[in-house]
């Protein structure tokens, strides 16, 4: 397995949404973002929650055909940790990944963030709400019944959607929903893992997502949120047993 | 997660990185569309990967619209060792495990699913027969090869990485009847100092076949630490560690 390093971390899987085919512009995928760029640039800022709490220093991307000389939020300067420069068969451009977990950038969910990036051709400046974040309503899974999903939002973000993974061992099921802005609510049929034996994992990711295209790029902010109703004994997990004890469906010696 | 990561990521590497092109009906179908927008009934990938230290390594990687019975590689059944469904594709993945493969041999294949049987031959490219010299950042890197045959297609990928993990990741595409390549030393130069360089050299075979896409390759693999010189112990340490890093950037890269 081969060249996996590099490639690795050249995107995460989840942004979705095939290639524009249509007149209108429509959200690439980060596959497409990152290995196919179309645009002049991708900016891209995710923050990742499991439960209330926000898990990991923010997921700050920036891919260009130009090398960027300065990047701002909130008047912020954020430090470029590393890049890659790609040429893909003759298709070339950089790709920035940042230390936000040093700075002074603090916005959170929710708050309106402005951007500068300065490349060294042009300069360009915006602000994008960052989507809310879900909260979601957890459900214990039942690999015998259909997978009912509930979750909270505040305010409805410009695309939402939703992947599940089941898996065991050596059998992985993903499934997907581009889900209108509104939905709060979704349920999976259980005939979506009946192929996929003495099951593992299960993991739920919802994600907010706002963005706009503007001087020939794309800015993209993601809220994603998670959680996993079923552990890697099979089992259901800790929040849900903790509920169990709180409605004394399981007694404390 | 990880080893449906590791597939699609492999199926980047194997295919064409093309834009969002539909493929013709008969050239290389791009990684796009195998990822996102697969349209074939399968796309078979077949590997024999040769590292410099004469490591052979083969892969079988199938993306199939139907779900796979069972798969033999001149006669022998290969065991399935992980298989992932795509929700969004409606595509299943599947990484078999091959019996040791052979350089340059006519490989008979045959796909079992429950309504139909797919068989087919295809010529698995030569060993690609390469000494490079060590890289030198000072200077460009003149590389030459041997291939008995030329392959449909070949390239050559290339990485090379600084010390604060910074990389200039570059992919050719070669004339199928080149055996050499200079890589200017301007490649690197963005980067400053360098950690590491590492290529790998490609020949593949191709066809379309029954509604579905089969593709061989032979390959050549070389990672070095050019800095310093190394004890092959250093040296195979720093692979273990590449691993570990590589895992641990699955695990970023699946976030």
Redesign the interface.
């Known amino acids: 397995m081969k060249y996996l390093l590099v490639l690795v971390t050249m995107f995460s899987l989840f942004t979705v949404c095939s290639c524009d085919r249509r007149s209108g512009k429509t959200l690439p995928s980060e596959i497409e973002m990152t290995l196919a760029p179309q645009e002049d640039f991708y900016l891209l800022l995710e923050y990742e929650y499991m439960g209330a709490h926000s898990t990991e220093d923010p997921r700050l991307r920036f891919v260009t055909k130009e090398p960027l000389a300065a990047l701002y939020l909130d008047d912020v300067q954020i430090e470029v940790r590393n890049f890659r420069y790609n040429d893909v068969y003759g298709n070339t451009f950089y790709d920035y990944s940042f230390n936000l977990f040093d700075s002074e950038f603090i916005a959170g969910s929710g708050d309106t963030i402005r951007y500068h990036i300065v490349l060294e051709e042009k300069s360009i400046e915006g602000s994008l709400v960052m989507p809310n974040m879900p909260i979601h309503i957890e459900q214990t899974f039942d690999p015998m019944d259909d997978l009912n999903l509930e979750w909270s939002l505040t305010a409805n973000p410009r695309k939402q959607e939703l992947d599940v993974q089941v898996q065991s061992d050596s059998y992985s099921v993903s499934y997907y929903k581009d889900l209108p802005t509104d939905v709060r609510e979704h349920t999976i049929a259980r005939s979506t893992w009946q192929n996929v034996a003495n099951i593992e994992n299960v993991s739920v990711n919802l994600r907010t997502i706002n963005y706009e295209f503007r001087h020939g790029g794309l800015i993209c902010f993601v809220c994603k949120s998670s959680y996993w109703p079923w552990d890697s004994l099979g089992m259901p997990n800790e929040s849900d047993i903790l509920k169990r004890i709180i409605t004394k469906n399981i007694q404390l010696p | 997660?990880q080893?449906?990561?590791?597939l699609?990521?492999?199926i980047?590497?194997l295919f064409?990185?093309?834009?969002?092109d539909e493929s013709s009906s008969q050239g290389m179908p791009s990684?796009?569309e195998v990822?996102?927008?697969p349209t074939l009934d399968y796309y078979l990938m077949i590997e024999v990967?040769e590292y410099e230290d004469e490591t052979l390594?083969n892969?079988v990687y199938l993306v199939s619209k139907q779900?796979l019975s069972s798969m033999s590689l001149d006669g022998s059944d290969l065991t399935?060792?992980?298989?992932?469904?795509?929700?969004?594709s409606g595509y299943y993945s599947y990484n078999l495990m091959p019996e040791d493969g052979n350089f340059g041999e006519q490989l008979s294949v045959e796909l079992v699913y429950s309504a139909r049987t797919i068989t087919s031959s295809i010529q698995m490219p030569p060993r690609i027969i390469m000494d490079p010299p060590a890289f030198d950042p000072a200077n460009d890197w003149n590389l030459e090869w041997e291939l008995q045959q030329d392959p449909d297609l070949q390239y050559f990928?290339q990485?090379y990485r600084?010390e604060?993990?910074?990389?200039?990741?570059?992919?050719?595409?070669l004339d199928s009847k080149v055996r050499d390549y200079s890589v200017p030393k301007s490649t690197w130069e963005?980067l400053g100092e360098i950690r590491s360089a590492?290529f790998?050299l490609e020949a593949q075979n191709y066809q379309y076949h029954d509604g579905g896409f089969i593709s061989v390759f032979s390959?050549y693999?070389y990672y070095q630490m050019p800095v310093s010189v190394q004890s092959r112990s250093q040296w195979r340490f720093q692979r273990v560690l590449?691993l570990c890093?590589?895992l641990q950037?699955?695990k970023?890269?699946?976030?």
């Open positions: 997660m080893k449906t990561l590791s699609i990521l492999l980047i590497v064409h990185l093309s834009s969002c990684a796009l990822i996102l927008n990967e390594l892969y779900a399935i060792s992980s298989i992932s469904y795509d929700g969004r990928l990485w600084a604060d993990t910074s990389y200039v990741s570059r992919f050719v595409e963005i590492e790998g390959s693999d590449k890093e590589r950037y699955e970023e890269g699946s976030r």
